[in-house]
């Protein structure tokens, strides 16, 4: 019994973890119908900025995060000023080849700049134990998953509630006639997408403490964010949300009660048991624009 | 080519305009200019590139062509500017089609998506007012865009518009959805601000319609005006009598 409530605590910690890394990507697939497969590199780049700022530059952790959101959000800009005409056009085909490309070369510099040796973010957090009873987690853990729910709700109503949110949904649904509406559309691009590597930076900043942190791990991360952002219905930031911490309560259940062996296979057999009986994910019936 | 009058500065001036689709020209027009205050009609058959020619002028289009030539408002050049900047500018188009946004309500979509600049000529419509103008978006405010018909649409477009503060309103078959009631309520609204000093270019294949509002009417054949004269003068003539106004009486 106290193994499985503290399988769920974990569960619960990886689930709010999957959702955090989503979310840039979720916002990118509502607003700008774009996919990015660099994503989970972009992850590692944040991991280890965050890590080389506190290790080499000697920075406290508190600084190093948003050093490593700060060079994201460059990061993404910088791809969305390369990717600019296929993204008006529409070219899934060609943003695909270029954001996998994008994410192996960064991989490639990082393997480079970085080593292959795994290394460790320490943070204040991550030394800090609470133990309740039996169970235990890291005060980095709990952080994880207050970050996630604020991060979340705070992109909800910003979307909801503000201007900004409404300029960026109206991009969403009908960017060409968003344009007749006077929004300059290209800037609503470019914020998206600097978010999006704001995000994932913070995501990594705070969770690549959890692991040791590789160049190479950027592959995993893309991988179960996109499982993330399907299942949560396109583009639906509530429904990404109950997908994430769906999935990490699955993923740790599964793992402890089957085989960890298992566990993406059996992600993936239940992502596509979904699909087939709710084309549109969770949030199937308005999994259209952001929401 | 153009009649505008030569001592009035025309508002909207386009010089050499030229849209071609993969190569193939689906407008050039030499000149074509709409005077303050001024109602001009753009009529043709389907097809004779009536959207092709506002679009352009708006620097606007779902599709891909490639634009040359000048478009100037106010005696500036616009038409290197992006599509935005020439709505800030007051160049408003009321496209065909998609006019709502089909997740936001009706009030949403009349909530101003940037501060318009009073400036000369430009009248800022309240939501208030739309809905004074059209009481049928007041009943239907909490509705939203994907709820409404296509007549309700185009009141929503038309509304979104005269929120931005039009110095040029370019309306592209405004009629279509809306039952002749509605039409005669529009072409009369058109009526009443082009007397407040708006300019409008209104794309009409209902002929008979657009000659009760317009000053002038152009018509197009396969890209070129043909006509362009006063209301009165280019619907007695043969070309729009025989193959618009016949054929649709």
């Known amino acids: ?291 | 080519m153009s009649a505008a009058p030569d001592t009035i500065a025309p508002v909207l001036h386009a010089r050499g305009l030229q849209a071609t689709y993969a190569g193939n020209r689906a407008v050039e027009v030499e000149s074509l200019a709409v005077a303050p205050g001024e109602i001009v009609g753009v009529v043709g058959a389907n097809g004779a590139g009536k959207s092709t020619l506002v679009n352009a002028l708006a620097g606007w289009s779902r599709g891909a062509p490639s634009v040359s030539g000048e478009v100037s408002l106010d005696g500036r050049r616009v038409d290197a500017w992006p599509t935005h900047q020439r709505v800030r500018a007051g160049l408003l188009l009321v496209p065909e089609g998609r006019l709502a946004f089909a997740r936001m309500s009706v009030e949403e979509n009349l909530t101003a998506a940037f501060a318009p600049q009073s400036g000369r000529g430009r009248r800022i419509y309240t939501r208030d007012e739309i809905y004074a103008l059209f009481p049928r978006l007041h009943e239907r405010r909490g509705h939203l865009g994907s709820q409404l018909s296509g007549g309700e649409r185009q009141m929503l477009g038309i509304g979104r518009a005269l929120m931005m503060g039009p110095r040029v309103l370019m309306l592209d078959e405004p009629s279509i959805g809306l039952a002749p009631m509605l039409v005669a309520q529009v072409l009369e609204t058109m009526r009443t601000l082009a007397q407040a000093g708006l300019s409008i270019l209104l794309v009409e294949q209902n002929v008979r319609a657009a000659l009760e509002v317009v000053d002038r009417l152009v018509l197009l054949e396969r890209g070129r005006v043909v006509l362009d004269g006063p209301a009165g003068q280019v619907g007695a003539d043969p070309r729009i009598a025989q193959a618009y106004l016949g054929a649709n009486a």
């Open chain 1, 1 to 291: 019994m106290v193994n499985l409530i503290q399988q769920l605590i974990n569960g619960i910690v990886l689930g709010h973890a999957y959702a955090l890394v989503a979310i840039g990507w979720t916002l990118l697939l509502g607003v700008a119908r774009l996919v990015n497969f660099g994503h989970g590199q972009m992850y590692m780049l944040g991991a280890f900025i965050s890590w080389w700022a506190v290790s080499d530059l000697g920075l406290p952790y508190w600084a190093a995060v948003p050093l490593a959101m700060a060079a994201g959000a460059l990061f993404g800009l910088a791809m969305q000023r390369i990717m600019l005409r296929a993204t008006f056009e529409q070219n899934l085909v060609s943003i695909m080849i270029m954001t996998l490309g994008f994410g192996y070369v960064l991989q490639g510099v990082a393997a480079l700049v970085f080593g292959s040796t795994g290394q460790i973010l320490d943070t204040p957090l991550s030394q800090r134990d609470i133990e309740i009873g039996d169970l235990w987690l890291t005060w980095q853990d709990a952080a994880i998953v207050v970050a996630a729910i604020v991060v979340f709700a705070a992109l909800k109503w910003v979307l909801d509630g503000t201007r900004i949110g409404r300029l960026v949904r109206m991009v969403a649904e009908d960017p060409k006639l968003a344009q007749l509406a006077g929004i300059d559309v290209r800037r609503v691009y470019y914020g998206v997408f600097a978010f999006e590597g704001a995000a994932v930076a913070f995501a990594a900043g705070m969770i690549a403490p959890r692991t040791p942190i590789l160049t190479s791990m950027g592959f995993e991360e893309v991988i179960m964010t996109f499982v993330v952002v399907v299942f949560g219905g396109i583009g639906s930031i509530a429904g990404s949300y109950v997908a994430g911490v769906g999935l990490g309560i699955f993923a740790a259940l599964f793992g402890a009660l089957v085989s960890p062996a298992y566990t993406s296979a059996a992600a993936f057999l239940v992502l596509i048991a979904v699909l087939v009986l709710r084309p549109g994910g969770l949030s199937a019936g308005a999994a259209k624009g952001v929401h």
